[in-house]
């Protein structure tokens, strides 16, 4: 395998719908961000005088909390707006790697998928 070869797992789009109805990793990650602190840590970093507009609060997750944290929203609804965004930053990674001429994509779900990593390591 050369260093700028690239292994991808492929999965059915069908199988991806099906397991968006139940709780996905980015609801997953949303919920743990939540969890940990978020709103404390941007409302700690706005009490420090962190502006709003600096870099670092355009951040997934401190972007939605900013609105949140002024009142214009609920807790719940920052969440949702994280969620969202996660999945559409998944999306965006996505749409990159599609394009990306390395990657050599692998269906998981084929008995013989180990044996076309080896291969492909080769």
Do not use: W
């Given at each position: 395998?050369?260093?700028?070869?690239?292994?991808?797992?492929?999965?059915?789009?069908?199988?991806?719908?099906?397991?968006?109805?139940?709780?996905?990793?980015?609801d997953?990650?949303?919920?743990?961000?939540?969890?940990?602190?978020?709103?404390?840590?941007?409302?700690?970093?706005?009490?420090?005088?962190?502006?709003?507009?600096?870099?670092?609060?355009?951040?997934?997750?401190?972007?939605?909390?900013?609105?949140?944290?002024?009142?214009?929203?609920?807790?719940?609804?920052?969440?949702?707006r994280?969620?969202?965004?996660?999945?559409?930053?998944?999306?965006?990674?996505?749409?990159?790697?599609?394009?990306?001429?390395?990657?050599?994509?692998?269906?998981?779900?084929?008995?013989?998928?180990?044996?076309?990593?080896?291969?492909?390591?080769?």
């Amino acid at each position: 395998m050369k260093l700028d070869d690239v292994i991808g797992a492929k999965i059915e789009t069908k199988k991806i719908i099906e397991e968006k109805s139940s709780k996905t990793e980015d609801d997953k990650k949303g919920e743990k961000m939540i969890q940990d602190g978020l709103k404390e840590e941007v409302s700690s970093l706005l009490a420090e005088g962190v502006p709003e507009e600096a870099q670092s609060m355009q951040g997934l997750g401190y972007k939605e909390m900013i609105p949140c944290i002024r009142g214009e929203y609920p807790i719940e609804d920052a969440a949702d707006r994280i969620r969202l965004g996660t999945r559409h930053y998944a999306k965006r990674q996505m749409t990159f790697l599609k394009r990306e001429e390395k990657m050599k994509y692998v269906d998981v779900e084929n008995p013989g998928a180990y044996e076309e990593i080896k291969r492909i390591l080769k």
